[in-house]
């Protein structure tokens, strides 16, 4: 009985040992993560493989009056993209050559997509990170960690546009600031009314300082 018991205790000691092994070897991974990384986990990057679809509407407000409204569907299997505007559908298969005749639809698609995804897009797409700092966000006045994104001035429907992400210590965004390549245009808005989809996190919600410009997102589903 003697011996049973101490084998009992040293089984318990082992898989103790094995999971506080467990969780310091995760903890290491995470602090080897790039901060660019952390923010693209945090809202759900690792779940994003096992989506087939997403659907969404992209909507524009401008002193209240709405002046985009886009619904759209991607099939994350096939790559076929899907929109409705107004009274047309169209559709098309990305592909690393857009026809000409579906740029126009791309272009869009990656415009609104980027607003609903630019935390996964920070893995996705090819860019150049700032190391992060201290910085007050433009809007709420606050000192969160800014991270700059550069992307390169060759490629792309915006080359060498650039943001500074402005987060928390969740690794949410909480402001931005898009800047264009030209520097003729900047823009500063919230990213709020974050909502979960399938375990994807999404701000549904992007104003302006004044509430003039509202970006957000309607009728989201994910399969």
Known sequence: MK????????????YSCNDKKKEQEIISEEQNLEIHEKIALANGLEEFD??????????????????SERKWT?????????????DSTM?????????????YIDQRFIND??????????????????????????ISKKDMQMLTVNYRSEGGYT?????DIYFDDE??????????ADGNNQMATTWEDY???????????????????????TDIAVE
């Open 159 to 163: 080359p060498g546009d650039s943001y």
């Open 91 to 103: 559709s098309y298969i990305r592909q690393d050559s857009i026809e000409e005749a579906n740029q």
């Open 3 to 14: 011996k049973l018991f101490i084998l009992s205790i040293l089984g318990i000691l082992f």
């Open 113 to 138: 997509s980027y607003w609903l995804l630019f935390p996964f897009q920070l893995e996705w797409s090819d860019a150049n990170f700032s190391e992060v700092k201290t910085a007050t966000a433009p």
């Open 171 to 180: 690794f949410m965004i909480r402001e931005w600031v898009y800047h264009s």
């Open 74 to 86: 991607w099939d994350t299997r096939t790559d076929r993209i899907t929109l409705i505007e107004k």
């Open 50 to 67: 096992s989506i087939n679809k997403i659907e969404f509407t992209f909507n524009v407000s401008v002193n209240d009056t709405l002046r």
């Open 195 to 217: 909502d979960e989809f399938k375990d994807i996190k999404v701000a549904k919600m992007h104003k302006s300082e004044d509430g003039s410009f509202k970006l957000f997102f």
